[in-house]
């Protein structure tokens, strides 16, 4: 509770008003927001990396899917979305959606959202949205007893993939 006084108070505070303690320097830690500043770059080779497989996920209630890209580029894998525009189970669903997030949030100005482009891979067009592969301090990992989450940041897609 004090915690979120402590916010609130920071939030009305002037503008003018300078802390009477300088923060602490945060320990440096590996970004999993890589693309920010590099948008235009992700974009690019999400449009047009070579995938060299495609694996199922075992989570996900829109059927995602893990593409890995070839090697020496800005990323490994990328998550493949095709689902079709319609309602499902009472809700419209498209991998449309995942694109129109990531252009709002960059509107906006947030940042929070992974860059998302529509490309066609195998004659499917879908959703290529990068896959942050790295977990800063206070992140949590998924465990494999842990199902709620998504992917946690190994070097491959981890248990939740098929071998298909």
């Known amino acids: ?6 916010g ?8 003018s008003a300078a802390p009477a303690q300088a923060p602490a320097a945060a320990p440096a830690t590996a970004c ?6 590099h948008e235009a770059e ?17 989570i996900g209630v829109t059927s995602p899917r893990c593409a890995f890209v070839a090697a020496g580029l800005l990323f490994e894998r ?3 979305k095709t689902l079709k525009p319609g309602m ?11 694109i129109a997030a990531y252009e709002l949030d960059k509107l906006i100005g947030l940042g929070m959202i992974p860059p998302s482009v ?9 959703a290529a949205i990068l896959w942050s592969r790295t ?30």
């Open 42 to 58: 992700y974009e690019e080779l999400l449009r047009t990396a070579d995938v060299t497989r495609i694996e199922k996920l075992k």
């Open 32 to 37: 999993a927001k890589a693309w920010l500043g």
């Open 8 to 15: 609130v108070a920071l939030l009305l505070a002037p503008a």
């Open 118 to 126: 529509e490309r066609r891979i195998k004659g499917e067009v879908g």
């Open 135 to 164: 977990c800063g301090a206070g992140t949590s990992v998924q465990t494999s007893a842990d199902t709620t989450r998504g992917p946690g940041p190994a070097s491959s897609c981890g248990p939740r993939c098929s071998t298909s």
């Open 88 to 98: 499902y189970r009472g809700f419209y669903e498209s991998y449309r959606s995942e």
């Open 1 to 6: 509770m004090a915690r979120l006084r402590r």
């Open 78 to 80: 990328m998550a493949w």
